[in-house]
């Protein structure tokens, strides 16, 4: 059974940084492409943040460039997004996935085979 289990939500003050962790669990990790996505209230699912499965090319939403960093271990198989300078407008959900799909496809999130059950992210004072 394929499971992803994301921690390190909470609540951050305004330019405060959190570091979220994706497990992996149930699946060849090394042969997956991990994203993470993000779900505010009222919101379409938004594409956070892309690393292929070799950590060879990574992606960013342009509201994130700069701020967040996305890296992986296949060693532990685990997915690390280190967020910085969080703004209220990062509030949301935040869930992790993976999918075996082309490159040029990662940023859509109906191509994500599975996902993780979310963990909450709120930017405020």
């Known amino acids: 059974q394929v499971q992803l289990v994301e921690s390190g939500g909470g609540l951050v003050q305004p330019g405060g940084s959190l570091r979220l962790s994706c497990a992996a669990s149930?699946?060849?990790?090394?042969?997956?492409?991990v994203a993470w996505f993000r779900q505010a209230p009222g919101k379409e699912r938004q594409f956070v943040s892309a690393?292929?499965?070799?950590?060879?090319?990574?992606y960013y939403a342009d509201s994130v460039k700069g701020r967040f960093t996305l890296t992986r271990s296949n060693a532990e198989n685990t997915a690390s997004l280190q967020m910085n300078s969080l703004i209220p407008e990062d509030t949301a959900v935040y869930y992790c996935?993976?999918?075996?799909?082309?490159?040029?496809?990662?940023?859509?999130?109906?191509?994500?085979?599975?996902w993780g059950q979310g963990t909450q992210v709120t930017v405020a004072t």
């Open positions: 996935a993976a999918t075996t799909v082309v490159i040029s496809s990662l940023r859509d999130h109906t191509k994500y085979h599975y």
């Open positions: 149930g699946l060849t990790f090394r042969n997956y492409h």
């Open positions: 690393i292929t499965r070799s950590s060879s090319g990574t």
